[in-house]
Nanobody, 125 residues
Framework: QVQLVESGGGLVQAGGSLRLSCAAS????????LGWFRQDPGKEREFVAA???????YYAESVEGRFTISRNNAANTVYLQMNSLKPEDTGVYYC???????????????????WGQGTQVAVSS
């Protein structure tokens, strides 16, 4: 069992930066694929970024070049550095952990077994 707690959300102006953190409790953190998803009210949860246990990274096209996912296995923490933020980046950001192994699987909600409660990010224009 893995419990995930996100932090670092907030209100920022367009062009600004935020760094989200997700602290995990439980065993075998280093073996999991870790992902970030976001959701706007009334919309489906969408993939943002993922990092497999071996270090491979994946990004949604909309955030490529602006967001960076990283992990610290010793600290059981995954991060999402978000730069050049846009109003369309607004949403609740969720971190997730699971056994996804493929480039397709890491982008799917079903590829993850554990989810945090989310942290709100609001980007003003």
């Amino acid at each position: 069992q893995v419990q995930l707690v996100e932090s670092g959300g907030g209100l920022v102006q367009a062009g600004g930066s935020l760094r989200l953190s997700c602290a995990a409790s439980g065993r075998a953190f280093s073996t999991y694929c870790l992902g970030w998803f976001r959701q706007d009210p009334g919309k489906e949860r969408e993939f943002v970024a993922a990092m497999r246990s071996g270090g491979g990274t994946y990004y949604a096209e909309s955030v490529e070049g602006r967001f960076t996912i990283s992990r610290n296995n010793a600290a059981n923490t995954v991060y999402l550095q978000m730069n050049s933020l846009k109003p369309e980046d607004t949403g609740v950001y969720y971190c997730a952990a699971g056994g996804a192994r493929t480039a397709v699987g890491v982008k799917r909600i079903g590829g993850y077994d554990y989810w945090g409660q989310g942290t709100q990010v609001a980007v003003s224009s």
